[in-house]
């Protein structure tokens, strides 16, 4: 199937999350790396999605704006931003057409190839080029992969049936758990575009039997648009772990002024890139609940061991196959190298030891509970009845003081002496940030006043 590139849309939409709108058009086609053409260009493309996506779910309102994606307003959080992606971009518009041809005929019957093909020589539109027998095959093979149809018991000619067992044996009931379920998971459990997908599709098959109230029992606020952009990333590089691929792709860092380029065909207007090429070995991806960043951690021949924020990664490609002992030896010393790293870090072994303080006038000990949750292989000994100690061995202390530091007065850090000075200052520049503009400013009194 078509793989397009999300890579401009998506740094456009997470611009337009994180800026608001606040930047001009020239300044974010500054930041994106392409001209005032493309990006006006890429606004009219992402508005044609966004009506496409709102005709395809009857939507009632017109006029939908890309600005409508994004909205801040608790009881009125917008879909995820990639998923409309996928919608409207993920195929294109012959795959489209032939897919839909071939669920169609699923319908009634199971079928074969060949009959699989005659009806889409039937169905397709006029001035659609008709597709032939290997190209109805590499369909079915896809909609194999995906579970959308399977292929019945038998001999050659092989006939495919619909993959809907899981809607026509529940009840109206059971589906209807069913998609509270998968909606619970989606909004709350990561990756998630995968169940944002599953849950339409339930929609749309209950949607005769229930009312839109009924399928909208919960409310979800979503915070880190990025992790659902960085979705576009996530299944290819996971399929590229499985099966042991090499993979290429331009990396932009965080620190540098520009997050994407135009690939320029034209030889005239050529331009360096403000990324870097870079080819590894992908081992382990990693996510940051703390920022809502998702990692990939790679092998790079002289560099060993790397690690890239996938925010930053563009125009991503499978290489070459990787040796099977090759890739579980490259494993095994990773997992060893990151055994203490509190996310990815894999600086010097250091010993953290805190102090946390029972919360005041409250039953439940929120603190302790959040420790024990969130503090991985730490251990946790009772000091007092106002405060118990935490202690734990991490690759250096970059990742971790994040996490302490959102304890606030809730927690003192103990050892390393350096990480405690260092929590030391950035509380005072805390603290000067509140104190008064001016000083010592003395009111009137009533008499001056008068």
């Not at 006006?40 to 496409?52: A, C, H, P, S």
């Not at 996971?238 to 997050?259: C, G």
């Not at 590894?280 to 690690?307: A, C, M, N, S, T």
């Not at 991985?376 to 990742?399: A, C, H, K, M, R």
């Amino acid at each position: 199937m078509a793989k397009e590139s999300f890579d401009k849309e998506i740094q456009f939409l997470r611009m337009l999350s994180l800026t608001s709108g606040a930047y001009s058009r020239k300044q974010y086609a500054e930041r994106l790396g392409i001209s005032i053409h493309t990006f006006d260009k890429t606004t009219r493309r992402l508005k044609e999605i966004v009506q496409t996506v709102a005709e395809q779910q009857s939507a009632p309102e017109q006029g939908v704006e890309i600005a409508d994606l994004i909205r801040f307003q608790y009881g009125d959080s917008a879909e995820p931003l990639l998923l409309f992606l996928y919608r409207a971009k993920s195929m294109k518009e012959t795959e489209v057409q032939r897919l839909s041809v071939i669920l169609h005929a699923l319908q009634d019957e199971p079928l074969t190839a060949m009959e699989l093909l005659d009806a889409c020589c039937e169905g397709m539109p006029e001035d659609m080029a008709l597709p032939d027998e290997k190209t109805i095959r590499s369909d079915l093979k896809y909609l194999e992969e995906v579970g959308v149809i399977r292929k019945q018991p038998g001999g050659r000619p092989y006939r495919y049936k619909l993959e809907q067992d899981a809607l026509t044996e529940l009840t109206a009931e059971e589906q209807l758990e069913l998609y509270d379920f998968v909606d619970i998971m989606a909004n709350t459990q990561v990756p998630s575009v995968q169940g944002y997908l599953l849950r339409d599709s339930l929609k749309k098959a209950i949607a005769a039997s229930y009312p839109q109230e009924a399928m909208d029992p919960f409310i979800y606020k979503y915070h880190y648009y990025s992790r659902i952009l960085d979705e576009a990333h996530l299944y290819p590089l996971l399929s590229a772990i499985r099966e042991r691929k090499r993979v290429q792709f331009i990396y932009y860092s965080p620190k540098k002024p520009s997050s994407y380029s135009s690939q320029n065909t034209n030889p005239l207007f050529e331009r360096e890139s403000g990324g870097r090429l870079n080819r590894i070995i992908p081992l382990e991806i990693v996510y940051d609940h703390q920022y809502g960043r998702w990692y990939v951690i790679g092998y790079q021949g002289r560099r060993r061991f790397v690690k890239f924020r996938m925010e930053g990664i563009t125009q991503l490609e499978e290489q070459d196959d990787i040796e099977e002992k090759y890739m579980s030896r490259l494993k095994q010393e990773w997992a060893e190298l990151s055994r203490y790293s509190w996310l990815v870090d894999t600086g010097q072994p250091v010993t953290v030891k805190v102090r946390f303080f029972h919360p005041l006038h409250n039953e439940r000990n929120f603190i302790l509970d959040r420790v024990r949750l969130q503090g991985q292989w730490g251990t946790i000994t009772p000091e007092t009845d106002e405060s118990f100690l935490y202690e734990i061995q991490v690759n250096g202390t970059t990742e971790i003081k994040p996490w302490l530091r959102s304890f606030g007065s809730s927690c003192e850090v103990l050892e390393p002496r350096r990480l405690r000075q260092e929590m030391i200052q950035e509380w005072k520049e805390i603290a000067a940030y509140y104190e008064p503009v001016r000083e010592n400013v003395q009111l009137p009194d009533d008499d001056e006043a008068e």
